[in-house]
Every structure is written in C-alpha cells, then in structure tokens.
C-alpha cells in the first residue's frame, strides 16, 4: 500500500468515524480509537475510555458539526469544522489526528469563536 493510498483510507476512516459520531453513534469511537490513545487537549484525559467519557459530557456530544475541509497524509487526518452546541456559542475547530494502522492513536486541537458571516 502506498503512502496516498494509506492516506485516503486514513481520510475516509476519519470521515466515516466523523458522520456516524455526528449522528450520535458515541460507540464509532471505541471502534476508531486505540486504547492508548494521547490527547494533547488541555484538560482532556489520556486514555481511549476516559477520554470518550470526557466527549460525552462536553457540548460537542450533542451538537452539529459541519466538516469544512479534511485534509491527509500517511500518518495524519486534519479536520476543520464548525461545532455548533446546542445552548452554547458556536466554535470554529481544527483537530489533528494521528493514525497508526488504521486507528487513531493522539490528537490534537485548536479552536475560536464562530464569527457569523466569514
């Protein structure tokens, strides 16, 4: 398998995890995530469980999210999308991923307020 070819599976993993997450299929998670997955997200926990837990209790479980642009690599999947909570200002985020044999393995992200109209 070649590098493009392991970065378009990685992409389309990514945006598969990504649709069935937004839709409310919290168990995708369990299924793209290594157990010794790192997040480099201040606050976040270590950890595939914990940090799923850290997921579902944060706005971003029930909220819409509208994919932007995902962009990949051999090794990682960089997303950047909206993150519209329910009751809470909106978000404009970019997450990194880092994928090791077809899982995410760490994760990083940055994120500001949503300004309307850009």
């Known amino acids: 398998m070649t590098d493009i070819d392991v970065a378009e599976e990685n992409k389309r993993r990514f945006l598969d995890a990504f649709g069935r997450f937004a839709a409310g299929d ?6 793209i995530i290594r157990e010794d997955f ?3 997200s201040p ?15 944060s ?3 029930g909220a819409r999210l509208d994919i932007r642009h995902v962009i990949a690599d051999a090794e990682f ?7 519209i909570p ?11 991923w880092r994928f ?5 393995v760490e994760h ?5 307020p949503l300004e309307r109209g850009r």
């Not at 090791?100 to 995410?104: A, F, P, Y």
């Open 26 to 31: 919290v168990e995708v998670l369990r299924e």
């Open 38 to 40: 790192v997040s480099h």
């Open 43 to 57: 606050g976040a926990p270590a950890g595939r469980d914990p940090w799923i837990e850290f997921i579902v209790a």
């Open 59 to 61: 706005p971003i479980a």
């Open 77 to 83: 999947v960089v997303a950047h999308y909206d993150l």
């Open 86 to 96: 329910a009751g809470a200002p909106a978000e404009v985020v970019i997450d990194i």
């Open 100 to 104: 090791e044999d077809g899982l995410i």
């Open 108 to 112: 990083w992200d940055a994120s500001r």
